[in-house]
């Protein structure tokens, strides 16, 4: 089990949730899914709640902006998409909007959209957790 102490210890740069809500709940949900992962289960929790974070820190209102049925939509819409497909003469990029149904179904689908998350991926399949990611 990780603690916000020993999460804000080890990742620093995420300080700024020390008085949210958000960090405690991803906390929460980081000590209930990560306990299979033998002497790396503290590495994946702390992955999970940076990953978790990072992806809500990209839906947060910048400062200085009145919050607002736009602003809030702006805000949380298609910050963090993964590239499907790549074109370089006469420049053209496809955005992958799809996730297997697996994936989905525990709550790990936006994995590959945060470093944090491609390294909690590769702890995953190293356990052979793999088939509920593609």
Not at 30 to 45: I, M, V
Not at 88 to 95: A, L, N, R
Not at 109 to 123: E, N, R, V
Request: aromatic share 10%; proline share 4%.
């Amino acid at each position: 089990m990780i603690t916000a102490v020993s999460f804000l210890s080890f990742y620093p740069q995420f300080s700024c949730f020390a008085d949210s809500a958000a960090l405690p709940e991803y906390l929460r949900q980081a000590n209930a899914r990560f306990g299979d992962f033998g002497e790396d289960a503290d590495e994946a929790r702390r992955l999970y709640t940076a990953h978790k974070l990072t992806l809500h820190s990209a839906s947060m209102l910048p400062p200085g902006v009145t919050p607002s049925p736009a602003a809030i939509a702006a805000a949380g819409r298609g910050a963090l998409q993964e590239v499907s497909s790549r074109k370089v003469g006469e420049v053209s990029v496809t955005y992958s909007e799809t996730s297997s149904d697996s994936a989905a179904a525990t709550g790990l689908a936006d994995l590959k959209k945060t470093t944090f998350g491609l390294q909690l991926l590769s702890l995953i399949r190293l356990y052979g957790f793999g088939q509920y990611i593609l």
